[in-house]
């Protein structure tokens, strides 16, 4: 069980810019994968490629979910095969409520004909914002209208807690986020690590992987994994910057 | 007799689907029929058949020249009235004068259309009466006995300037005057069918009173005329529904819906309107609200082909409110030209004014409002909000409000907004699971999700499934 990213090539559908340039990496169910990286090395346009945003083409390569090849699908339908993405940016939809969104998102995960037990979803939904430390008056307000970036990300890890995903990407959780909010945060995702769920945590900053300790680490340059590490790769990136990755690759490239 | 379902064969243009819950046919059997055109012989057939006082003839043929005399409304309006084209349009089609007491008495063909619109259902669950017209007449017209005894009347317009007259005429015309514009003259030439209701002082008639108008037959002219008038302290709120088939040919619907609410009376008039696409829908409707009373216009529009309405309260007393809630969605093809009138004529009046908007592909929404405070008055305020949602870079919408405050003491304040559902947005809940469909139609309710909640429950359910249907069929 795993999701498997192969010789993955992608670029911006309105320009023709490559960025994704033969990415491979597999994440399998039970690990937390990070990626790091530099600025503009296609971390984000990863999570949205995955996602099927439609600002992006894939020109070569597979992304397989449990060995089934969701490039072909529209992205609800690979949100219902099991793929999550916590966005960076996440988006307001006025007039429509968190309580009404969820059970939306519940719902179309159901078989045609059956309904959403309603006293069931309250009280899961009840149990996770208890985790999340949020306030039950939440469920009544627009989703993420008008919050700030910290109760965004806190919707984001509601969202996820409530959808129960095979595989959650984490796009930058940690911007915008205070110590505390990255505390209660992480503790979401941890709630749900387990042997059926694979993570790619994508990150600019180690302080993150303090909290959501990863099995592996890579980095992603150029729209390529360049290296790959244990936990304490985060560190090194951390003390030392990707300059030293960068000369790795040049060095080999002239070689 | 045939009862054979004539269900209407053009579905294959993406706008039908959307429809098909209004959007059949029975074979028309007419034993009253004015003909094809417009004359003064049409008007005169009109009266015969209704065997009309000569005061409403007269009546009847002085609109008919005004209507003549004057010009479409095209230097402000679509040139789309141009494709009316009178003289090919039917004025007068009825069975008979007089509706039944009981849907068991109503002939098969049109009590099974009312039964496939629900209304008898309805009826039964939660309304205290109901009048259903089936094109110029009403062929069922029935209320709660206990509200008959409290002295409340609920007819049809014919039934009501016969049986009502000293009411009737005491108020007909004189909110709407027939030179108020060409639609209003010729409604007021040709009228037939309509609600007329009275509710005595302090009767409060606590569950709706419905009409529901269904044009069945083609290259027709639908004209009902409503009057009501809620006397000093009463309540009362009224609701009306519309459909029609599609046809090939246009069809016109041109009413004239005149209320008076008179001292601290509550009024409330519900529309929801889902006329086929074929429908020019030409509608003048004004109230007059006297003092410390309230008017509330609950307007939504969903269908037709042109739509041109633009409910008004005249605030006459002093301490009177007027409100007008409005939601148009305009889908391909269709022009849903709405808004609002608030007349200030009184001190400490006030009106407000909320509008939404959805354009989807082709369609195109205008607001039109209107709202006069004068110089004499003190202590008027009038609130004014209009939002425009955009669902393709195709779509369309215009707002032209219109706002004279003058005076000092007297305050307007004007709100308007126009935003698009991004693409983000889309993405973003197709990511939770949601088809593109549904979430346009999510972000849609949600949109106009803080109106509908004044809806009444059954109206709302009712408005939130023809948002789902149109969506899927502009997603395609």
């Known amino acids: 069980m795993s999701l498997e990213i192969r010789n993955l090539h992608a670029r911006i559908a309105a320009n023709g810019t490559e960025i994704l340039r033969g990415l491979d990496l597999t994440v399998e169910a039970g690990k937390v994968h990070a990626i790091m990286g530099p600025n503009g090395s296609g971390k984000s346009t990863l999570s949205k490629v995955l996602g099927g945003h439609p600002d992006y083409e894939v020109t070569e390569g597979e992304v397989l979910l449990d060995g089934v090849n969701i490039l072909g699908m529209e992205p609800d339908v690979r949100s219902r095969a099991g793929l999550f993405l916590a966005f960076q940016y996440p988006m307001e939809i006025p007039g429509v409520s968190n309580a009404n969104f969820l059970r939306a998102a519940l719902q179309a995960r159901l078989p045609e004909g059956e309904e959403l037990e309603a006293t069931d979803y309250y009280a899961r939904l009840y149990e996770k914002m208890d985790m999340l430390e949020m306030d039950r008056k939440f469920t009544a307000r627009s989703v993420n209208d008008g919050f700030s970036g910290g109760e965004k990300k806190r919707n984001e890890i509601l969202q996820m807690l409530m959808l129960e995903p095979r595989y959650a990407i984490l796009d930058e959780t940690d911007s915008g986020l205070d110590i505390d909010a990255l505390k209660i945060v992480s503790h979401g995702v941890n709630a749900m690590r387990g042997p059926e769920r694979g993570f790619l945590v994508i990150t600019h900053y180690q302080r993150l992987l303090d909290y959501i300790v990863p099995d592996v680490v890579h980095v992603l340059v150029g729209g390529r994994i360049e290296h790959t590490g244990g936990k304490e790769l985060a560190l090194e990136l951390e003390a030392k910057g990707y300059d030293w990755i960068k000369d790795d690759i040049a060095q080999a490239v002239s070689a | ?476």
């Open chain 2, 1 to 476: 007799m045939s009862t054979e379902l004539l269900e209407a064969t053009d579905q294959a243009k993406q706008i039908d689907i959307d429809r098909t819950a209004g959007n059949f046919s029975y074979p028309e059997q007419h034993t009253f029929d004015a003909g094809t055109g417009l004359s003064h012989a049409t008007v005169d057939y009109i009266s015969d058949v209704k065997n009309e006082p000569d005061w409403i003839r007269e009546f009847r043929h002085k609109a008919l020249d005004v209507f003549f005399s004057k010009p479409m409304p095209t230097h402000w309006a679509s040139h789309d009235l141009e494709n009316i084209i009178f003289q090919n349009i039917r004025y007068y089609l009825a069975n008979g004068q007089k509706p039944t007491r009981s849907w068991e008495e109503v002939p098969d063909d049109v009590k099974k259309t009312f039964e496939r619109l629900g209304i008898p259902e309805q009826e039964r669950k939660f309304l205290a009466g109901v009048e259903a017209q089936f094109d110029s007449e009403a062929v069922y017209s029935n209320m709660k006995k206990a509200l008959g005894d409290q002295g409340v009347i609920f007819v049809g317009s014919t039934e009501g300037l016969k049986e009502h007259s000293e009411i009737f005429r005491k108020w007909f015309g004189k909110v709407i005057p027939t030179g108020d514009n060409k639609f209003s003259a010729l409604n007021s030439a040709v009228f037939s069918g309509g609600s007329f209701i009275y509710v005595p002082p302090g009767v409060k008639v606590k569950h709706p009173l419905q009409a529901y108008f269904r044009i069945n037959a083609e290259n027709f002219g639908q004209f009902e005329r409503t009057l009501i008038i809620a006397d000093e302290g009463s309540e009362v709120m009224y609701m009306e529904g519309c459909t029609a088939p599609k046809f090939e040919t246009a069809t016109l619907h041109s009413a004239v819906v005149e209320l008076v609410a008179m001292k601290g009376a509550k009024l409330q008039y519900v529309t929801v309107q889902n006329w086929s696409a074929n429908v020019f829908n030409l509608v003048t409707k004004r109230a007059i609200a006297h003092e410390e009373a309230e008017v509330k216009w609950i307007d939504c529009n969903i269908g037709s082909r042109l739509t041109m309405k633009y409910p008004g309260v005249v605030l006459k007393g002093r301490k009177a409110r007027g409100e007008v809630i409005s939601i148009a969605l305009a889908s391909d093809g269709q022009h849903q030209d709405t808004g609002a009138k608030m007349i200030h004529a009184a001190d400490e009046t006030t009106s407000n004014i909320v509008s939404k908007s959805i354009s989807v592909g082709t369609g195109r929404a205008t607001y039109r409002g209107l709202v006069h405070i004068p110089k004499h008055l003190k202590g008027c305020k009038n609130n004014t909000e209009c939002d425009a949602l955009l669902i393709n870079s195709t779509a369309r919408t215009d707002t032209y409000p219109a706002i004279t405050v003058r005076g000092t003491g007297n305050s307007s304040q004007h709100e308007a907004s126009v935003s698009q559902i991004s693409a983000e947005q889309i993405f973003y809940m197709q990511q939770r699971g949601l088809t593109e469909a549904q979430a346009m139609s999510l972000s849609v309710n949600g949109f106009v999700n803080d109106l509908v909640r004044q809806f009444p429950m059954e109206y709302s359910v009712e408005l939130k499934r023809l948002i789902d249907l149109e969506m899927e069929g502009s997603v395609g």
